[in-house]
């Protein structure tokens, strides 16, 4: 072998310092067997070396294709029903994009090496890349559908399909409509889409953002909070109210007064109709302040557009229900599988 051979000819005082260390202790002439045995020994480890999966990605069999091509020829079918065309987008986009859209979860982007002048990002949704596309292009009217991939430098729970790279199948209606019109379609899409993959029994957590906003204030929480304060009731779906008091007192600086007032909200929850009477109660302190009874306003004309759909059954009134993301300004939703023990299934608003 040439290196066998080299190693021969090279006077002992001009080896690397390895080698002459080696040459000492086994003589020059037992030299180039060791080298080769040891060769032979790190050929022979890195055959045995089992390649791995970066943490938080999987690989997907041929069962495993079959089963996901079929959910997504579902998905895409209830999507074309409903008159959607598909877009396609970068899986990364400039960092300035994403930024400021996620609230706390912005920790979670994954940032890439400048290569090239530009500091960019994977995309962390497929709404954010969506508003810019409709900036950039000048859209109008537009319901569209988007399947593809999207990145989140989160700690995976494999167990609870939380992932750091998995698909999104999303639906949006953007435009001038009349309100509350696009809101029922959208969930009208969701309760086909959960009925016709007949996972089991379902539930869609509704709220909105007005109502989350009018609680804060009513509560006595600081504007400047409101957003930190909404992240960490978005935590109730996996922590006790006892750990997210916590949070809000400890970590966010909020009294305990104040958080105890917010504690008598979120506790809220139920059908649609019930909700509803009971918050536009004059008891109530949601009924008399103007940006919640506007709010509920529009929440009853929802839930007469659902009613007529067929597709209020399936809905809960939750006043738990935050969505930490920014970029939310009104109704927002969230499914979950009942007992299926794997956070929200799809979520929007």
């Given at each position: 072998m040439a290196a066998l051979s080299l190693a021969?000819?090279?006077?002992?005082?001009?080896?690397?310092?390895?080698?002459?260390?080696?040459?000492?202790?086994?003589?020059t002439a037992k030299l180039p067997p060791l080298l080769d045995m040891l060769k032979r020994v790190i050929e022979a480890n890195?055959?045995?070396?089992?390649?791995?999966?970066?943490?938080?990605t999987r690989d997907f069999m041929p069962d495993q294709m079959t089963i996901r091509e079929q959910a997504f020829a579902k998905i895409v079918s209830v999507f074309k029903r409903h008159g959607a065309v598909a877009i396609d987008t970068p899986v990364f986009e400039l960092r300035e994009t994403l930024m400021g859209k996620y609230g706390e979860d912005s920790k979670l982007i994954y940032d890439l090496a400048d290569q090239g002048g530009e500091n960019l990002s994977l995309r962390y949704d497929l709404t954010v890349p969506f508003a810019r596309y409709t900036a950039l292009h000048g859209m109008g009217n537009i319901k569209r559908y988007h399947i593809a991939r999207v990145y989140r430098r989160d700690q995976p729970q494999m167990n609870r399909g939380r992932f750091r790279e998995f698909f999104q199948c999303d639906f949006d209606i953007a435009g001038a409509y009349a309100a509350m019109v696009p809101d029922a379609e959208v969930l009208k899409v969701l309760v086909e889409i959960l009925s016709d993959l007949a996972l089991g029994d379902f539930e869609i957590k509704l709220n909105h953002r007005g109502l989350l906003d009018t609680m804060m204030d009513i509560a006595g929480v600081p504007t400047s909070k409101f957003r930190p304060i909404c992240s960490a009731i978005d935590k109730l779906d996996k922590e006790p109210w006892e750990e997210v008091r916590r949070e809000m007192v400890e970590d966010k600086g909020l009294p305990g007064p104040v958080a105890d007032r917010i504690g008598e909200y979120v506790v809220l929850k139920g059908e649609p109709w019930e909700m509803l009477k009971k918050l536009t109660d004059d008891s109530c302190a949601l009924s008399s302040h103007p940006i919640s009874s506007a709010t509920l306003a529009d929440m009853k004309t929802l839930f007469e557009y659902l009613d007529s759909m067929g597709a209020l059954g399936a809905i809960s009134f939750d006043l738990s229900l935050a969505r930490g993301l920014d970029y939310y300004t009104g109704v927002i939703y969230e499914a979950v599988l009942k007992g299926g023990g794997v956070g929200s299934i799809a979520a929007g608003g």
């Open positions: 021969e000819a090279v006077p002992t005082e001009k080896m690397p310092g390895w080698q002459q260390a080696l040459s000492e202790m086994f003589g890195q055959a045995t070396r089992k390649p791995k999966i970066a943490k938080g």
